[in-house]
């Protein structure tokens, strides 16, 4: 029973992810999951998230400067656009394959192994401006 119990919550924190707008935190994750379920703990959703993103079924978006780690239901590779005035994060869709990359990179150190890169914009989204 306990593993279906776990089962239940992990799909409920899955689903709750799934329905969100935008890139959640692991908090505003648990809130939602806590509106409709009351009985799910903190620790069980913030457990879940890690495991679903394990699993590769959502994404973990490192916390873009200040704030927390925020999670991502579009796991298809694309970057970020951060809003410099609300923090609101985007999607930016960019085809740039590894082989475009490599040729269009000059290292300092020659030899370095490249494992992982991020790429992170900036600028002012549209809801900001039209308050300008
Ligand atoms: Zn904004
Ligand atoms: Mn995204």
């Keep these: 029973m306990k593993q279906v119990r776990q089962t239940l919550q992990k799909e409920v924190t899955y689903n709750t992810l799934i329905n969100m707008m935008g890139h959640p935190t692991a908090e505003e994750v648990y809130n939602a999951v806590h509106e409709n379920f009351p009985h799910i703990s903190k620790a069980t959703v913030y457990r879940n ?43 930016v869709s960019l085809s740039l394959n590894d082989n475009v990359l490599k040729e269009a990179l000059v290292m300092d150190d020659k030899d370095f192994n490249l494992s992982s890169y991020q790429l992170i914009f900036e600028g002012t989204c549209t809801d900001c401006r039209s308050k300008e």
């Design 49 to 91: 998230l890690s495991s679903l993103e394990e699993k590769g079924l959502i994404k973990r978006v490192p916390k873009l400067g200040c704030g927390s780690d925020r999670y991502d239901k579009n796991i298809n590779p694309h970057f970020h656009a951060k809003c410099k005035n609300c923090g609101k994060i985007f999607d």
